[in-house]
């Protein structure tokens, strides 16, 4: 039987979740500071948590547009743009953004992730939802809205494309090999061709003449 410490064989680990969030009334407060969209004060708070051994740093969200009645900026910064901000003010806290695999595109979101990975050099995190709530569904339209069974069909595809983008870099290499097989061809030595991305060359009699098509 495993000890108390034994990590389970899925690699998880078990963890405890303390929900720290600001009050919507909050700023009535005295020496209340930041706003619900002011991100210097929500980094601010991160470096706070960081500070206090917090593991991660979560943004919850959803699709939904404001409601009469409901005049606080709840969700102003989008979580992955916020999250990246907050990286640049800590070190060690994981960044979770909530994203939905059902009205999202994979290759669009994994490349999201993958930035927020690399701006945080391996902190991100992602928290997978199928949306559900009915004021989503009023956003985007009933018609893009499928049944409990296929979002979830849809979500387990989704997490598996998404992380298989934002991890596999095969098609860096691929074309790496393809550039020095060609130049092998040809005689060339592989590791002296160099790739310039977006060189547009003119090509003229003189120089003068090519300065002149240039311009």
């Given amino acids: 039987m495993p000890g108390p410490h034994d990590r389970p064989p899925t690699g998880r680990r078990p963890g405890t979740h303390h929900r720290v969030e600001p009050s919507p009334g909050g700023w009535r407060l005295p020496g209340a500071r930041g706003r619900a969209d002011d991100v210097d004060w929500i980094v601010h708070t991160a470096q706070l948590a960081e500070r206090a051994r917090f593991d991660l740093f979560f943004c919850e969200d959803a699709l939904t547009a404001p409601r009469p009645g409901h005049d606080g900026p709840v969700r102003a910064?989008?979580?992955?743009?916020?999250?990246?901000?907050?990286?640049?003010?800590?070190?060690h806290l994981g960044l979770v953004a909530t994203a939905s695999t059902t009205f999202s595109e994979p290759c669009d979101l994994a490349r999201q992730f993958a930035s927020l990975d690399r701006i945080s050099h391996g902190r991100a995190g992602w928290n997978a939802v199928t949306s559900q709530f009915a004021d989503v569904v009023a956003n985007f339209g009933p018609a893009r809205f499928p049944d409990h069974a296929t979002r979830y069909l849809r979500a387990a595809e989704f997490v598996d494309v998404v992380c298989t983008v934002a991890q596999d870099p095969t098609e860096g290499r691929g074309f790496r090999e393809r550039v020095h097989a060609a130049a092998r061809v040809h005689g060339r030595e592989p590791e002296q061709v160099l790739v310039f991305p977006g060189v547009l060359p003119v090509v003229a009699a003189t120089r003068a003449a090519a300065q002149e098509v240039w311009a």
């Fill in 77 to 91: 910064v989008e979580p992955l743009t916020l999250l990246a901000a907050v990286a640049r003010g800590t070190r």
